[in-house]
């Protein structure tokens, strides 16, 4: 056993063999990259699948900060992804009507462009 | 709460449970520790309506419910890093009682010792390298091209630049490696982080984890200042110390 003796100022840095943890990083990519991807690995009584887990790390390649955060950095991306959100879709819907309405206008105007 | 189970956060040595207080699990739970011959398993109870197979299939791809879990988890780890030696556990290890949690310690128990013998006393630093996405800078004279010949040596000049500067970022990135190495018992190279992940705009050249003796810190985070001086194109960015979650691996 160790002759460590416990002092509960431990946790505010007064340890002389041990310097205080910095603090917890705010980066989620760093925090994912490490509960995900690092440490003990011990199968648990429910079953995760593993596969899930590794998916979740490429899936997570397409997720920015959080939700509210991401906002609050004007990093929004997403938001006009059509993988990630159906509002996307719905826009890139009006965006394609859009287009294709304005190239019949220019296929209606051609008949008469060509005739002056 | 319906069916609880417990959820492990970690595996540590030398734990007095007293040291945890005011930490807490998922919504508030409880830490308790898990006793077994010198060992503790840092636990809370989760509800497997939450936490339960079928459930957790569907919560693991929900990304907001992944972030909230994998920040409480890690502020967990914190504390108990900063009163053990402590082996992280990943994300979501949920057993279903007390008497199961102690089975399984206890059939990786000298797996378990060997991973705390490793990273006791020791501490992990992130170390990362980026550069700046900065465009390469057009010739003084940014006149037509005078010529087609002229104008495809401008295009290689231009390419000769792009390139110098990408080599001489992959070689500060080498040389912080190799100085962070030598000051480390060990490291790990990590995948470089998605730009959209971290909100940068950097190409990060650079993602690293360092094995670091606690009573090193200071000359390893000293020569890394001094290597990052060496190269003004790069930024150099340190941070820890962090529990050894990179090192905490079994086998």
């Known amino acids: 056993m160790s002759e460590r003796t416990v002092s509960p100022m431990r946790s505010a840095g007064a340890a002389p063999d041990r310097p205080a943890y910095g603090p917890a990083p705010s980066n989620l990519a760093d925090v994912l990259e490490r509960v995900l991807d690092k440490g003990i690995v011990i199968a648990g009584d429910i079953q995760v699948n593993l596969l899930d887990i590794e998916l979740l790390t490429v899936k997570i390649r397409l997720l920015v900060v959080s939700v509210d955060k991401a906002a609050e950095l004007g990093i929004d991306w997403w938001r006009t992804d059509p993988m990630l959100s159906s509002e996307a879709r719905d826009r890139e819907l009006a965006d394609e009507n859009e287009r294709l309405r304005a190239r019949l206008r220019e296929l209606e105007a051609a008949p008469a462009e060509s005739g002056q | ?251």
């Not at chain 2, 609880?4 to 956060?9: G, Q």
């Not at chain 2, 879990?69 to 967990?76: F, K, L, P, Q």
């Not at chain 2, 010739?139 to 087609?148: L, Q, Y």
Request: hydrophobic letters at 45%; a negative charge; aromatic letters at 6%.
């Open chain 2, 1 to 251: 709460m319906s069916a609880p189970a417990r959820y492990v956060f970690a595996v540590a040595r030398d734990l007095q449970v007293a040291e945890l207080a005011g930490t807490h699990g998922f919504h508030g739970a409880t830490i308790d520790v898990v006793e077994h011959e010198g060992l503790s398993a840092v636990v809370c109870d989760v509800d497997l309506e939450e936490f339960g197979e079928e459930p957790l299939t569907r919560n693991l791809e929900d990304l907001a419910w992944v972030e909230r879990v994998a920040r409480t988890h890690n502020e967990v780890v914190w504390m108990v890093a900063a009163v053990s030696t402590c082996a992280p556990l990943r994300l979501v290890t949920v057993c279903a009682d007390d008497d199961s949690v102690r089975a399984k310690v206890d059939s990786l128990r000298s797996d378990l010792e060997d991973v705390l013998d490793r990273i006791e006393g020791r501490q992990e630093w992130s170390v990362k390298v980026l550069v700046p996405q900065r465009p390469v800078a057009e010739s003084p004279r940014a006149t037509p091209a005078a010529s087609g010949a002229d104008y495809l040596r401008r295009k290689r000049e231009a390419s000769d630049r792009r390139r110098d500067l990408t080599e001489e970022a992959v070689d500060a990135a080498r040389e912080v490696h190799e100085v962070a190495h030598d000051h480390a018992v060990a490291s790990r190279r990590l995948m470089p982080q998605d730009p959209r992940l971290t909100g940068r705009t950097e190409t990060m050249v650079l993602n690293a984890a360092y094995l670091v003796e606690a009573q090193e810190h200071e000359a390893f985070t000293a020569a890394l200042h001094a290597a990052g001086e060496q190269h003004p194109l790069v930024t150099v960015e340190v941070e820890g110390p962090w529990p050894a979650y990179s090192f905490a691996v079994l086998g």
